[in-house]
């Protein structure tokens, strides 16, 4: 099994930024990408990000690209989520999750989620 909790979210301003983590714990050995989900209400889930663990490859949804940066603390089994320039439309609880690959997971193919950490922007 694979243990994944997030922490970071808030509230935040139209504009402004906010930083998300995502531990894991657990048998790592077989979560080969770790990324970011985001479901706003009313809509369906939608992949966000990832990244390999090991090369540190990253994967961009790309209603996000250029905004949000996946990063990950090697060795340490965390993942961050930079996010700025935040709109309204990014509003959702955002959910860390695993998969096989980074590709795997921009497929909605997850092996494990997180429980999700609510972001609201304002306006």
């Known amino acids: 099994q694979v243990q994944l909790v997030e922490s970071g979210g808030g509230l935040v301003q139209v504009g402004g930024s906010l930083r998300l983590s995502c531990a894991v714990s657990g048998r790592t050995f077989s979560t080969y990408a770790i990324g970011w989900f985001r479901q706003a209400p009313g809509k369906e889930r939608e992949f966000v990000a990832a990244i390999r663990r090991d090369t540190g490859f990253t994967n961009y949804a790309d209603s996000v690209k250029g905004r949000f940066t996946i990063s990950r603390e090697y060795g340490k089994n965390t993942v961050f989520l930079e996010m700025s320039s935040l709109k309204p439309e990014d509003t959702a609880v955002y959910y860390c999750?695993?998969?096989?690959?980074?590709?795997?997971?921009?497929?909605?193919?997850?092996?494990?989620w997180g429980q999700g950490t609510q972001v609201t922007v304002s306006s």
């Open positions: 999750a695993t998969g096989t690959s980074t590709q795997a997971m921009r497929d909605s193919r997850v092996d494990y």
